[in-house]
């Protein structure tokens, strides 16, 4: 349990000065505690001795309220101390969690689901923020507390008394430390089960169009109950041992002051010690309850920074599978690119083999296949999105891995399947990999993906906002303004993975007519399901469950008469019929 102290001493170590004063002014404070009960006590023993001045009594105001004063000033100059720098823990952390996560390759994001990443960044941030603010807090007065009441107990009123008074103590010790474990336990059930809701949330919300159209509302409801019950529960289990940690410390303090009350008025009988000393005891005896409650406290806080602390950790600790070279390729250029993979995988099951092909530094490439034939796989391959483990891809003579992955991926503009589009401007979202770029660039390449008319008849042009809070676009405008965004980087290797599959025939043969006139020198790689998008294509594969079937350019494979010409064959026919029937 004292690890996750020991691990997180270089923030104290890096808030040392800040912690110092705060921690000096909460010591302050728990000995400037002490002096309300001695002056109690003093004031008390005067009135049963019947020789109480005025000016005693005065002066014994005096020192209440200058204590009061200086224990204002001092408790506020701690919280700010302790309570304040322990949100710098929470924002430090929350950095290096959002850092990480820019680093992670797809992979990252397929293990962990969205919900739970959410949860590391709110609920386990928070329980160590509360460690190292609360939970420092009341470690440095409970034991400072604790320690100067009880010496001045032993020494200052009667030692005797002060034995009888904690004998109860190391039971209560004993007993909350069992109890503290449980809570631990429970607490790491709670923690995944609030990660469990946390996803439920998420993915329920994204996909409430789809769910409401489909007419499943009600088994999404249900479906979301169990979860949510289920957390409840395991909350309850938590809350339960969190509830019978007070009152079991209230029992021990009980019994402390029966024991006190017992022996202390055979001490008043025998003189040993005055009334006031006894009600002065008796006052101390009730400033021990908060530290030993705070023992509760301290238990819980440090316990649930241990389990978020260990699950960022395992979060913080999982490296990319995608690394940059120790010794990258320092200049990148665009050139011949080749494919020579003998097997790829993503989990056990195959999904390419033997991909053996080279494209020339400004031709282009179509990919067609039926779905599931692995035509994306064989893109992500080039964006390293994934690495290939038996054989290679190598670009301008290099293999693709020997090049930083910020500058291989600045070659590259993709337009993936599923576009996301951000919920700002359509200006923004198209300079996206630019924002410096002038408003005429991007006008152009909206004018290439064939979408700028599109866009200017919309109600504030290119700088309608779209998303959420702004105008829903249709799937062929969104692919087309997705399309002007790797466009306006006038990029040297362009990707299009089923990029065109959402507008009409006559709006994709204008934008390929584009791509043909603009990306003369440069390299391009298409996947397409209607066959007319890679016609002008230099060199076109046919894929099947992850093999190259068939290749070559539009005429061959024609002449071949495979898979290709077949299915170019019904699909003009199919666009023959269409067009008959308008
Ligand atoms: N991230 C992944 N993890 C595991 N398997 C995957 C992953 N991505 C794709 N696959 C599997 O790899 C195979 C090839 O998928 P891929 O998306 O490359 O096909 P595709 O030809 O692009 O299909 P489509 O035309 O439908 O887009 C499929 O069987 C798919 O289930």
Redesign the pocket.
């Known amino acids: 349990m004292m690890s996750v102290i020991k691990k997180l001493w270089w923030f104290f170590k890096l808030e040392k000065r800040r912690y110092v004063i705060g921690i000096l002014a909460l010591s302050l404070v728990s000995v400037l505690n002490l002096i309300p009960p001695k002056v109690m006590g003093h004031v008390i023993d005067h009135i049963t001795q019947k020789n109480l001045t005025r000016e005693t009594l005065l002066l014994n105001l005096v020192y209440l309220l200058l204590s009061a004063f200086a224990m204002y000033a001092l408790r506020y100059v701690w919280r700010i101390y302790i309570l304040g720098t322990s949100y710098r823990l929470g924002q430090i952390m929350r950095s290096r969690l959002f850092g990480h996560f820019t680093q992670m390759s ?1 992979s990252f994001y ?1 293990k962990h689901r969205t919900g739970d990443l959410m949860a590391h960044a709110t609920n386990d941030i928070n329980s160590l923020t509360r460690l190292a603010g609360g939970g420092v807090m009341s470690a440095v007065d409970a034991s400072i507390t604790a320690l100067v009441t009880l010496l001045t107990m032993f020494f200052s009123i009667s030692w005797q008394m002060t034995l009888v008074a904690i004998l109860p103590l190391p039971f209560m010790a004993f007993a909350t430390s069992r109890l503290g474990r449980k809570t631990h336990e429970s607490f790491k059930h709670s923690q995944a089960a609030f990660s469990e809701l946390n996803n439920k949330v998420q993915e329920s919300v994204s996909g409430i169009k789809v769910t409401k159209s489909f007419g499943y509302q009600a088994d999404e409801w249900h479906s979301f109950q169990e979860t949510n019950d289920m957390t409840f529960a395991k909350n309850m289990v938590t809350m339960k041992y969190d509830s019978m940690f007070d009152p079991l410390v209230l029992l021990f303090v009980g019994a402390s002051y029966a024991l006190t009350l017992l022996v202390g008025s055979f001490f008043v009988k025998d003189g040993q010690v005055t009334v006031g000393s006894l009600v002065t005891f008796v006052t101390y005896l009730d400033m021990l309850v908060w530290p030993l409650m705070a023992i509760g406290f301290l238990f819980n806080v440090i316990q649930r920074g241990a389990v978020s602390y260990e699950r960022i950790a395992d979060l913080l600790s999982e490296e990319s599978d995608i690394k940059d070279p120790k010794a990258p390729v320092t200049v990148i250029k665009n050139g011949r690119l080749t494919y020579d993979i003998d097997q790829f995988s ?2 056990n099951e195959v ?1 390419l083999r033997d991909i053996h092909f080279t494209l020339e530094k400004g031709q282009t490439l179509g990919l067609v ?1 039926q ?8 893109l992500k391959l080039l964006l390293r999105e994934y690495d290939v483990k038996e054989g290679e891809i190598t670009l301008a003579g290099h293999d693709i891995r020997d090049y930083r992955l910020a500058d291989l991926r600045s070659l590259i503009g993709y337009v993936p ?1 599923d576009q996301v589009l951000f919920a700002m401007s359509i200006l923004d979202n198209i300079r996206f990999g630019n924002p410096k770029l002038s408003l005429e660039a991007v006008e152009e390449a909206a004018k290439l993906s064939q979408v700028y008319h599109d866009i200017m008849n919309m109600p504030e042009g290119f700088e309608t906002i779209i998303g959420e809070k702004g105008v829903s676009l249709s799937g062929g405008q969104k692919q087309r303004i997705a399309m002007s965004r790797a466009m306006v980087l006038n990029p040297d290797i362009l990707i299009l993975d ?1 990029s065109l599959s959402a507008v009409d025939a006559k709006t994709e043969f204008a934008i390929i007519d584009n791509l043909k006139k603009t990306r003369q020198n440069k390299t391009t790689l298409i ?1 397409a ?1 209607r066959l007319s998008a890679v016609v002008h294509a230099d060199i076109i594969l046919v ?1 099947q469950d ?1 093999n190259i079937i068939e290749r070559g350019c539009h005429e061959e494979l024609i002449q071949a008469g495979g898979w290709y010409a077949k299915t170019y064959e019904s699909q003009q026919l199919e666009m023959k019929g269409a067009a008959y029937e308008e």
Do not use: A, I, V
């Not at 779905?371 to 064989?378: D, E």
């Open positions: 797809p397929q993503y989990e999904t296949g779905t599931g034939s692995g035509k994306t796989s064989l399947q089923d996947t399901h894929l992850g």
